[in-house]
C-alpha cells in the first residue's frame, strides 16, 4: 500500500499499527522514530520497524505515510520538528486523542506540500508502551478521521484504505463533533474513574486497606480505567477543555438528580434511569463494541492465534 512508512512514537498504539502493517504487509520499509533510546532498542529486539532512529526529522525522510503516535501534547512540537524532512505529496496523520488542537496544531506547522489527515482509532488499552501493542488491537473498531476541508480527497482516501487493511471501519467527522462524542463516551468516564479511585486513596490507612481487600466489581473496573497513562489523560483534558466541561456540566446536574431521589427515595426514579442506562449497554453489546479480540503478542510473521475474548480495555 505504501513504500515507506514513519510511525513516531512507538507505544501502545504506535507499536499496536507497526505489528498491524507488518502483519498485513502494508509497506516495504516501515521506520520507527522515537526519542526514546529504551523504545528503539525494544523495538529492535521485537523486530517491530524495519529501521529504528531517535532523530524524527530524519526518520520521516522518503516516507509516503507519517503517523504520529506520541501524546496530544507533544504533536505540536513533533510537527515543527518533521516539517522540513516531510517529502512532497507524503501524507501525515495522527492517532490523538483529541482532534480540533491537533489539527490546528498540524495545519499551522507543516508545509502546504504535505496532505494531513487527522484520526483517532477507537480502540487502547490501559496499558502503555511498546511491548504492549498488538495487532489485532484495531479489528473491528471505529477509526474516526477528521480531515482539513481542503485535504486532498485521494489521501483522505488512502488514510481510509490503510485503518481498513488495519480491520477498523471508518467515520468521518468534523474534529469539534469528535471532540463532543468522545468527551462523553471517553473522557468524562476517565475523569470519574481518576475522581472515585483518586477518592479512595484519600481514604484513612485502615479504610483504604479494606476498599482493596474488598474490592468490588465497581471499584475494581474504575481502578483499570484510572491505571491510564497519567501524560496522555493529562493532555487529553488540557486539549479538549471546552467539550470536557460541557459534558462534565451536564454530568453534575444529572447526579445532582440522582442526588435528589435518593434523599426523597424517589424509587421510581432510579428505577427509570437505570432501566434507561441497562438499555444503553445492551445497544453496546448488540454494536459489537463490548469485547476486545485480544493479543496474539506473538512476533511479527507468526500466523495469528485464535484469538479469545477478553474484557475490552480503556477503549479510548
Ligand atoms: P504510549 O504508550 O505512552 O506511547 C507514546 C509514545 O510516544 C512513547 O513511546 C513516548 O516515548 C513517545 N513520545 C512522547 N513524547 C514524544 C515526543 N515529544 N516526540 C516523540 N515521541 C514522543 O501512549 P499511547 O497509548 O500509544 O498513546 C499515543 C497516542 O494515541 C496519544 O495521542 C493518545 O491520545 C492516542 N490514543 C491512545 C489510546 C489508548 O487507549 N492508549 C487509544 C487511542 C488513541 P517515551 O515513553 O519515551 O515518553
Known amino acids: 500500500m505504501f513504500e ?40 529492535k529486539v521485537h523486530m517491530l520497524a524495519d529501521e529504528v532512529t531517535t532523530d524524527l526529522a530524519e526518520g520521516v525522510k522518503d516516507s509516503d505515510l507519517v503517523i504520529i503516535s506520541t501524546p496530544v501534547g507533544a504533536m505540536r512540537d513533533v510537527a515543527k520538528t518533521i516539517a522540513s524532512g516531510l517529502k512532497d505529496g507524503a501524507i501525515v496523520t495522527d492517532v490523538g486523542s483529541v482532534k480540533t488542537q491537533v489539527a490546528l496544531a498540524l495545519q499551522q506547522e507543516l508545509p502546504d506540500h504535505v496532505h494531513v489527515v487527522p484520526g483517532h482509532p477507537i480502540a487502547g488499552t490501559e496499558n502503555s508502551g511498546p511491548e504492549n501493542g498488538f495487532a489485532e488491537l484495531f479489528r473491528d473498531r471505529w477509526c474516526i478521521l477528521t480531515p482539513l476541508s481542503d485535504t486532498d480527497i485521494r489521501a483522505v482516501e488512502k488514510v481510509t484504505a490503510f485503518w481498513e487493511a488495519c480491520g477498523s471501519q471508518i467515520e468521518i467527522m468534523d474534529p469539534e463533533h469528535h471532540d463532543l462524542v468522545l468527551g462523553i463516551t471517553s473522557h468524562l468516564p476517565h475523569l470519574i474513574a481518576y475522581t472515585i479511585v483518586g477518592t479512595a ?116
Open 4 to 43: 515507506r512508512i514513519t510511525i513516531i512514537g512507538f507505544g501502545l498504539i504506535g507499536s499496536s499499527l507497526a505489528r498491524a502493517i507488518k502483519q498485513n504487509n502494508l509497506c516495504k520499509t516501515l521506520v520507527c522514530a522515537d526519542p526514546s533510546e529504551e523504545v528503539g532498542i525494544t523495538v
Open 201 to 316: 486513596t484519600d481514604l484513612e490507612d485502615d479504610i483504604r486497606g479494606e476498599v482493596i481487600k474488598f474490592s468490588a466489581s465497581g471499584f475494581r473496573d474504575f481502578t483499570r480505567i484510572a491505571a491510564s497513562d497519567p501524560t496522555m489523560w493529562r493532555d487529553v483534558f488540557l486539549n479538549n477543555k471546552d467539550a470536557v466541561l460541557e459534558v462534565l456540566q451536564r454530568f453534575t446536574e444529572d447526579l445532582t438528580g440522582l442526588q435528589k431521589a435518593i434523599r426523597k427515595g424517589d424509587g421510581e426514579y432510579l428505577y427509570r434511569t437505570f432501566s434507561e442506562t441497562r438499555a444503553i449497554r445492551r445497544a453496546i453489546v448488540d454494536a459489537g463494541q463490548a469485547t476486545y479480540v485480544y493479543p496474539t503478542q506473538k512476533q511479527e510473521g507468526a500466523p495469528p492465534a485464535p484469538a479469545p475474548k477478553k474484557a475490552a480495555g480503556s477503549q479510548e
